[in-house]
C-alpha cells in the first residue's frame, strides 16, 4: 500500500504522559499536514510541512504539542503532559502540490484516562 | 470570522432520492474547493475538487459540486442516491489568504436507507 501510513493507530494513554505518533506520507510528497477531529467535527488544521521545514502552526497547537519532520519524509506529532481534552482524532495527510488537495492517513485515535 | 458552513448536520434518504448539501464560506479572494467523504470505518477521501473554470465539476460516483462565486458557495449533489453513499461528507476551503491550511465543515451525515 502507498498510501499515507499513521502509527499506532490508537494510543490509551493516562493523563499527564507523553504521546507520539508518526506519519508516513506518500513517497513524492514534500507536504504534510496534522490535523485533528473531534466526534461530530470536521477536521481541524494543526501544522504544515514542505519538506522539513514548519511553515504553518494553528493558534490550535499549545506549547504541549510539537511536530517534527527531520528530513523531509517522515514526521512525529508529540504531545507532552498529556489531558482528557486532547482525546481525538489525529489526522495527517500528504500532498504534491499547494493546490489543497490532500490524500489522508487513517488516523491515530488518542484516548486520555 | 473566516469559516466554512455546511447547513445540514444530519440528512436522511430514501434510495434513489436526490441529494443536495449546502456548503458556504466566509473567505475572500481566490479560494480552491473540495468535498471529502468519510465512508464508515475508512479514511477521508477526495469526492471532487473546484480550482478554476467550468464552476460545475463532477467526481467519482455520480457527484458533482456547482461553485457560485456571488453566494461564496460550493454544493454537492447527486441525482440519486444509492445505499453504499450512506457517509460522512465534508466541504473544504483552501484559501489565497489563509495560509497553506486546507480548511473543513463541520461535516454533514448522510444515511441513505433501502
Known amino acids: 500500500d502507498t498510501g499515507v501510513s499513521q502509527n499506532p493507530r490508537h494510543k490509551i494513554t493516562k493523563r499527564g504522559q507523553n504521546v507520539t505518533f508518526r506519519c508516513d506520507p506518500i513517497s513524492e510528497h514534500n507536504r504534510l499536514y496534522w490535523y485533528r477531529q473531534t466526534l461530530g467535527q470536521g477536521p481541524e488544521f494543526l501544522t504544515y510541512?514542505?519538506?522539513?521545514?514548519?511553515?504553518?502552526k494553528s493558534r490550535l497547537l499549545s506549547d504541549r504539542f510539537s511536530a517534527e519532520r527531520p528530513k523531509g519524509s517522515f514526521s512525529t506529532l508529540e504531545i507532552q503532559r498529556t489531558e482528557q481534552g486532547d482525546s481525538a482524532m489525529y489526522l495527517c495527510a500528504s500532498s504534491p502540490h499547494g493546490t489543497g488537495e490532500l490524500f489522508f492517513g487513517e488516523g491515530s485515535r488518542l484516548t486520555v484516562l | 470570522a473566516q469559516s466554512v458552513s455546511q447547513h445540514n448536520h444530519h440528512v436522511i434518504l430514501s434510495e434513489a432520492a436526490s441529494l443536495e448539501l449546502g456548503c458556504n464560506y466566509s473567505?475572500?479572494?481566490?479560494?480552491?474547493l473540495f468535498w471529502y467523504v468519510q465512508y464508515p470505518g475508512q479514511h477521508l477521501q477526495l469526492l471532487l475538487k473546484y480550482f478554476s473554470g467550468d464552476p460545475l465539476v463532477k467526481g467519482i460516483k455520480g457527484f458533482e459540486a456547482e461553485f457560485i462565486k456571488s453566494k461564496f458557495s460550493f454544493n454537492l449533489r447527486k441525482p440519486s442516491v444509492q445505499w453504499s453513499d450512506t457517509a460522512e461528507y465534508f466541504c473544504a476551503v483552501n484559501a489565497e489568504r489563509s495560509g497553506y491550511a486546507l480548511n473543513f465543515g463541520k461535516g454533514t451525515s448522510l444515511l441513505v436507507t433501502p
Open positions: 510541512f514542505q519538506n522539513e521545514a514548519q511553515l504553518e
Open positions: 473567505y475572500g479572494g481566490t479560494v480552491n
